[in-house]
């Protein structure tokens, strides 16, 4: 029995479907976090939050590595660590850091730094050749309005170290561009408490269905497990409404965006790591988006899994702990999985959310709304959905239709309007 060392992690999904995996393919796991009550406060049922069920909870300062190092370094011969991993973005650095200081298998810091920071992540892109978008970065308002007199409106503002999309927007205008700079601002601190940089992203507006490539890189070997699409909404925001396994895509464009991402990976230099890779198909061919050197999130593993039997939560695991992961397929009856996401119409208290009972549909898998009470914020981002649907279908294609219909069938009351 392995002993895995989880460092922080999201509260959404993976933070349940993560401890799971762990446990079913027989490994144990620890869990260190420097701040409890996140986790306290953000259970997804009754009871405590699965990740609390570690063998070990640890408190530490997990922003701080001249801390967190040497911390986990006295405790190592003690509790005998065989990986480390995180399913959080902003924890990715440190635990690679912390595999390397201890020896553990891993993925060169160096790289996932590079994969985690935007900036970085395009830079190496350019070098290397691949494709992606025009780019300029700055720290300045008057830098990125330079920029954009460069390269023309319209753009896509992009902070270097947020995710789920926070305060990335479109802009068509040097108002636009000013207003999302200055809203950017008014964030200098990340949720996890940790310093964000200061360097702005600004992009060619890329046109075109975005896909992302689902991938696993052992041992220098990366394997394309395959390509889901994304559906996106909310302009000048973008933000995710659903996802379908496998992509509608012909050979040809299937082919495409899976070698785009596998020179991505390789342009940065992942390895042992699973890896989420976001690629436009533009007019001009596939071009990247970010690559994420860890599992996607928003269950598109639950979709993965439930149409081909691998489950990319326990794949992340075996990575980790140096284990060459089995990704054959099985026939699991399932030909698409879709979910489809319920955003906000707008912002303020919700009085009742109607039409579940449509839910009760047998091709549905998995739902959950938000409940009476629940304050809705913004549409801006993928951190306020009030609800979700998950279904899956014999038929190639045909989940994610199925998954929206049934979404656009519930309405969201509030109490002001009640």
């Given at each position: 029995?392995?002993?895995?060392?989880?460092?922080?992690?999201?509260?959404?999904?993976?933070?349940?479907?993560?401890?799971?995996?762990?446990?079913?393919?027989?490994?144990?796991?620890?869990?260190?976090?420097?701040?409890?009550?996140?986790?306290?406060?953000?259970?997804?049922?009754?009871?405590?939050?699965?990740?609390l069920?570690?063998?070990?909870?640890?408190?530490?300062?997990?922003?701080?590595?001249?801390?967190?190092?040497?911390?986990?370094?006295?405790?190592?011969?003690?509790l005998?660590?065989?990986?480390?991993?995180?399913?959080?973005?902003?924890?990715?650095?440190?635990?690679?850091?912390?595999?390397?200081?201890?020896?553990?298998?891993g993925?060169?810091?160096?790289?996932?730094?590079?994969?985690?920071?935007?900036?970085?992540?395009?830079?190496?892109?350019?070098?290397?050749?691949?494709?992606?978008?025009?780019?300029?970065l700055?720290?300045?308002?008057?830098?990125?309005?330079?920029?954009?007199?460069?390269?023309?409106?319209?753009?896509?503002?992009?902070?270097v170290?947020?995710?789920?999309?926070?305060?990335?927007?479109?802009?068509?205008?040097?108002?636009?561009?000013?207003?999302?700079?200055?809203?950017?601002?008014?964030?200098?601190?990340?949720?996890?408490?940790?310093?964000?940089?200061?360097?702005?992203?600004?992009?060619?507006?890329?046109?075109?269905?975005?896909?992302?490539?689902?991938?696993?890189?052992?041992?220098?070997?990366?394997?394309?497990?395959?390509?889901?699409?994304?559906?996106?909404?909310?302009?000048?925001?973008?933000?995710?409404?659903?996802?379908?396994?496998?992509?509608?895509?012909?050979?040809?464009?299937?082919?495409?965006?899976?070698?785009?991402?596998?020179?991505?990976?390789?342009?940065?230099?992942?390895?042992?790591?699973?890896?989420?890779?976001?690629?436009?198909?533009?007019?001009?061919?596939?071009?990247?988006?970010?690559?994420?050197?860890?599992?996607?999130?928003?269950?598109?593993?639950?979709?993965?899994?439930?149409?081909?039997?691998?489950?990319?939560?326990?794949?992340?695991?075996?990575?980790?702990?140096?284990?060459?992961?089995?990704?054959?397929?099985?026939?699991?009856g399932?030909?698409?999985?879709?979910?489809?996401?319920l955003?906000?119409?707008?912002?303020?208290?919700?009085?009742?959310?109607?039409?579940?009972?449509?839910?009760?549909?047998?091709?549905?898998?998995?739902?959950r709304?938000?409940?009476?009470?629940?304050?809705?914020?913004?549409?801006?981002?993928?951190?306020?959905?009030?609800?979700?649907?998950?279904?899956?279908?014999?038929?190639?294609?045909?989940?994610?239709?199925?998954?929206?219909?049934?979404?656009?069938?519930?309405?969201?009351?509030?109490?002001?309007?009640a």
């Amino acid at each position: 029995m392995s002993h895995l060392l989880l460092v922080e992690s999201w509260v959404g999904a993976m933070s349940t479907l993560l401890p799971r995996a762990i446990h079913e393919e027989g490994h144990r796991f620890s869990f260190v976090t420097r701040d409890l009550q996140h986790y306290l406060r953000s259970a997804p049922g009754p009871g405590p939050h699965p990740l609390l069920g570690a063998d070990n909870v640890l408190t530490c300062e997990t922003n701080d590595l001249d801390v967190l190092l040497p911390h986990l370094e006295r405790l190592h011969p003690v509790l005998g660590f065989d990986g480390v991993t995180t399913s959080c973005d902003y924890y990715l650095p440190t635990a690679a850091r912390i595999a390397q200081r201890l020896g553990l298998p891993g993925p060169a810091p160096e790289s996932v730094e590079a994969a985690c920071s935007k900036d970085r992540t395009r830079r190496a892109l350019r070098e290397a050749g691949a494709p992606g978008p025009a780019f300029a970065l700055a720290e300045t308002l008057r830098g990125l309005e330079e920029a954009a007199a460069a390269m023309g409106f319209p753009l896509v503002l992009k902070p270097v170290d947020l995710c789920a999309g926070m305060f990335v927007r479109k802009v068509e205008s040097e108002a636009e561009l000013r207003e999302a700079f200055e809203a950017l601002q008014g964030f200098p601190v990340n949720a996890r408490g940790q310093q964000r940089s200061p360097v702005v992203l600004l992009e060619e507006l890329l046109t075109g269905a975005e896909v992302s490539v689902e991938t696993v890189t052992f041992g220098g070997r990366t394997t394309v497990v395959g390509v889901t699409d994304k559906s996106v909404a909310g302009a000048p925001w973008f933000v995710e409404t659903g996802h379908m396994f496998p992509a509608a895509l012909d050979d040809d464009t299937r082919e495409a965006v899976s070698a785009t991402a596998v020179a991505a990976i390789e342009a940065l230099g992942l390895d042992n790591t699973v890896c989420h890779t976001e690629i436009k198909l533009t007019g001009d061919g596939p071009k990247i988006v970010e690559v994420n050197p860890r599992p996607a999130g928003n269950q598109i593993t639950e979709l993965i899994r439930r149409v081909t039997g691998i489950d990319l939560a326990a794949v992340h695991a075996q990575v980790a702990l140096g284990e060459k992961p089995d990704l054959t397929p099985v026939d699991t009856g399932a030909a698409s999985a879709a979910i489809s996401f319920l955003l906000p119409p707008k912002t303020g208290p919700i009085a009742e959310i109607g039409g579940a009972d449509a839910l009760q549909d047998p091709a549905v898998v998995d739902y959950r709304i938000k409940p009476a009470g629940h304050h809705a914020g913004a549409a801006t981002s993928n951190n306020n959905y009030l609800g979700h649907v998950m279904v899956t279908s014999d038929r190639p294609g045909a989940a994610r239709p199925h998954a929206e219909l049934l979404v656009s069938g519930l309405d969201v009351r509030y109490e002001d309007a009640a």
